[in-house]
């Protein structure tokens, strides 16, 4: 059950009743800086509030972020809580145990003399889907990038592509169908647009019949059939990054590797791109995109991978990881005061409690119902000003992930298996 | 190997080339140089100015010539006798360095150029092998020292039979010895040359530094290319035809070791001995 869905019942300190309907799932929440301190932290609750006042105050308009993700072969559950939240976009079960991954990486290492740039890489990214390599910079996410299209060669470990290995003699039909983007475009500046493209088209054996229509067809896909006969030094970054997608998809691949597609890029056109790489889905493509930007993630990816020096630290369906870090039902309530919620500590069903000023949030047990605790509060005298159930964002996972794996992670590299354990 | 996708690098790094003004322009003027200007001023100093010292000041150096050599110089005048001689024997070798430098200088920036850039990632996931971007990067970097060979040689043909020719009886360049020198022994040399610079143009970090290194490799390549040159026009008989097959033989070595010196992690500049 969705709490963004409720109406929840609220009585006032006077005793009348009142609806209160909590944000709606389109709600289009701003963008925002990152918190400082991972969710749980009794100092979390300053930017809860925040979040609280921002909820409040977002429209009911459908979000012009991430538009509805097109229908894709693999069935997806229809559950959507909006752009800001882990179940916005769940595969279903079939989809996850198919066993019909384009990529996997098989403890792969990789070394560049003294520094270690991948270490035990394991991955799988399932057919059809996007797939979000998640980590700070220098975690290994380009490097995963440039094994997988044999750009590189693992010093240990195996990668397979499609079924095949691309550091062997298949590596050219492996390449053939992956399209990519680098995370400085790698244009030819001295070139015009057309130039560009058509030196793509020959590279990845389109027909000279085919050629002109597909890089028309590319062109106008993003939006830059003006600009072909310019030289694409004159670009800006924007059209520069339009041309590099128009290039990567030119040869219609099967898997589209994004490295940090929307970097240096104003926010319409990120967003732009993100459409985009969401559409690319739609016709049965497989794309892997990195990125070290949480809010590009949130809401595009069907799964995510967190890497950390290298490693694979945790991947998985968005809101499964969720439902393993915050596996209890999370509310947080306001009041004028918010002493009077300190009550709810010793309640039965409540598993933790934190205050931070006029702001509590509690923890239940998964059974609880939030309506009853609303009702049992309203009926003790408690004016409840707000009642927002938390719904953990990427973000939050994100860092709570990282937070947990440094806690349990004395020296670098002991922690990973613990970290799988766990979820 | 896919010829189609090695033509094709060729073929767009030589559109580059013809977009890089600040390239090609200086090349152009060192062509100019070699090939008109130098021949045309010495070669009507000679014949039209008829300055009687000079000449035989010319005509004594001619005597350090090989029998072979000065049996196949025509004319019945001095002036005739030392223009051809200085047209076939001096001018014409020294042109060599020209297609041999411009092509250096493609060559060098060739690889380096495409990882500072960042256009060797694209190349490095494309499905192009590593010998077809070897090759292709070596053919644009031969064509240009080719297109300046044939272009500048018409023009000096040109040159050196409209000042020459009246003096010696007719239009008699480009000689025999030209054409094999041309087709037979300067292309080998071309090769071993440019082996040895695109295998530093893959290691090093910079262009900078790639035409830093791969003139002091060259250089050595370029005095073997005249002196060979020379002696191809000079002598007669089997002595150009067995230069240019051990050269071809060494070429072929070179550019087959050549060939691992491109390698995707080298593209994508993390590879080894950078």
Known sequence: MDLHYLEIPLIGADGDLMAFRTTPPEANLPPRAMPTNPPGDSDQIGSTSERLERRRSTTTEPTELYPPQATSPTPTSTVDAGPGHLTASKPSPSAEKSGDDTVLLNGVNKSFGDVTAITDLNLRIPRAQISVLLGPNGAGKTTAIRLITGALTPDTGAATVFGLSPTSEDGEEVRRRCGVVTAKPSLYDRLNGQDNLQYAADLYGLSKADAPKRILEAAEQFDIVDALNQQVGGYSTGMKTRLALARAVLHRPDLLLLDEPTSGLDPESAHSVLSMVREMTSDGKTVLMCTHLLLEAEGLADQIIILQNGSNLLSGVPDHLATGYWPNRIVELRTATGSDLDQLKSRAGTISYERDGNTARVELETTANVADLVSELARSGVGLEAVIPFEPTLEDLYLRIRRDDQLATPAPGGSETEMTAKL | ?274
Not at chain 2, 41 to 54: C, E, N, Q, R
Not at chain 2, 135 to 151: E, M, N, Q, R, W
Not at chain 2, 215 to 235: E, H
């Open chain 2, 1 to 274: 190997m896919n010829w189609s996708r090695t033509l094709t690098v060729a073929k767009t790094d030589l559109k580059q080339l013809v977009q890089a003004k600040d390239f090609w322009l200086p090349l152009t003027f060192l062509g100019s140089l070699f090939f008109v200007f130098v021949p045309a001023t010495l070669l009507l100093t000679i014949t039209s100015i008829g300055d009687v010292a000079v000449v035989g000041q010319i005509s004594q150096t001619l005597e350090v010539l090989p029998e072979a050599a000065k049996t196949q110089i025509q004319g019945s005048s001095p002036e005739g006798q030392t223009a051809y001689a200085l047209a076939v024997f001096l001018l014409a070798p020294v042109a060599v360095i020209v297609p041999l430098t411009i092509s250096t200088a493609v060559g060098a920036s060739t690889i380096v150029g495409e990882r500072e850039r960042g256009t060797g990632e694209f190349l490095a996931h494309s499905p192009a092998a590593a010998k077809e971007i070897y090759i292709g990067k070596l053919l644009a970097s031969l064509a240009p020292g080719y297109a300046t060979v044939a272009i500048g040689f018409g023009l000096y043909s040109i040159l050196v039979n409209l000042i020459v020719g009246p003096s010696v009886g007719g239009w008699f360049f480009p000689t025999l010895q030209w054409w094999v020198m041309i087709l037979w022994v300067l292309p080998p040399f071309l090769a071993i040359c440019l082996s040895l610079v695109l295998r530093l143009s893959a290691r090093v970090t910079s262009t900078a530094a790639a035409q830093q290194a791969s003139g002091l490799v060259s250089l050595p390549i370029i005095g073997l290319a005249y002196s060979q040159s020379t002696g191809a026009l000079f002598g007669g008989g089997l002595y150009p035809i067995v230069i240019g097959a051990i050269a071809w033989v060494v070429a072929a070595i070179s550019l087959s070791r050549g060939v691992r010196s491109v390698t995707r992690s080298r593209l994508l500049g993390v590879g080894g001995g950078l």
